[in-house]
T-cell receptor, first 115, second 115 residues
Framework: AQSVTQLDSHVSVSEGTPVLLRCNYS??????LFWYVQHPNKGLQLLLK??????LVKGINGFEAEFKKSETSFHLTKPSAHMSDAAEYFC?????????????FGQGTILTVHP | DAGITQSPRHKVTETGTPVTLRCHQT?????MYWYRQDPGHGLRLIHY???????DKGEVSDGYSVSRSKTEDFLLTLESATSSQTSVYFC??????????????FGPGTRLTVT
């Protein structure tokens, strides 16, 4: 079985300060991990993905995430927040060994960016 | 953006009526998925398809049926809508499940309200 826990339901930062969104996962097999972003009333957009090639993954809009197997974590970071980063973020695990690419979603973290 | 459209984008219906949501893709991807999104639950898989006329259940399939008669179209039907099916419904597509790295691309969503 696989699961994802996003440790914060809400994160609030000031514009220009660093962003940290935390995600822990559990998986029986070697997983693929993703971060998606959802802006209000929009669909989900892929930010970045981990596929075992490199533990530090760079995504769009200056976001990156580090896969730490020993800690079963895949935290999302950005050095400097922008107002346009305000959205809901989902950590997602895709378990290896499944036939149809089953994704398990975290419950989401709402990021608020203050001017 | 991946070529995925959903129709209708918004719908209000009464309890007990049948409802069909349509997902259309122009990417010729093999896999298609229907999810529902509810506050505090992230996205949950309803049904998925791995080819024309090939479908299977996800984790919250009760009360829903699907059909896929063409590669590009995946229909979700609520045979008799209930208030608990008020939600935002997302369609997703994926090129293949064989590779762990194959992410899913999401449509813009359909907001369904059952009164």
């Amino acid at each position: 079985a696989q699961s994802v826990t996003q440790l914060d339901s809400h994160v609030s930062v000031s514009e220009g300060t660093p962003v940290l969104l935390r995600c822990n996962y559990s998986s029986s097999y070697s997983p693929s991990l993703f971060w998606y972003v959802q802006h209000p009333n929009k669909g989900l957009q892929l930010l970045l993905k981990y596929t075992s090639a490199a533990t530090l993954v760079k995504g769009i809009n200056g976001f990156e995430a580090e896969f730490k197997k020993s800690e079963t974590s895949f935290h999302l970071t950005k050095p400097s927040a922008h107002m346009s980063d305000a959205a809901e973020y989902f950590c997602v695990v895709r378990q290896g060994g499944t036939s149809y690419g089953k994704l398990t979603f975290g419950q989401g973290t709402i990021l608020t960016v203050h001017p | 953006d991946a070529g995925i459209t959903q129709s209708p984008r918004h719908k209000v219906t009464e309890t007990g009526t049948p409802v069909t949501l349509r997902c259309h893709q122009t990417e010729n991807h093999r896999y298609m998925y229907w999810y529902r999104q509810d506050p505090g639950h992230g996205l949950r898989l309803i049904h998925y398809s791995y080819g024309v006329k090939d479908t299977d259940k996800g984790e919250v399939s009760d009360g829903y049926s699907v059909s896929r008669s063409k590669t590009e179209d995946f229909l979700l039907t609520l045979e008799s809508a209930t208030s608990s099916q008020t939600s935002v419904y997302f369609c997703a597509i994926s090129e293949s499940s064989l590779g762990l790295a194959n992410e899913q691309y999401f449509g813009p969503g359909t907001r369904l309200t059952v009164t």
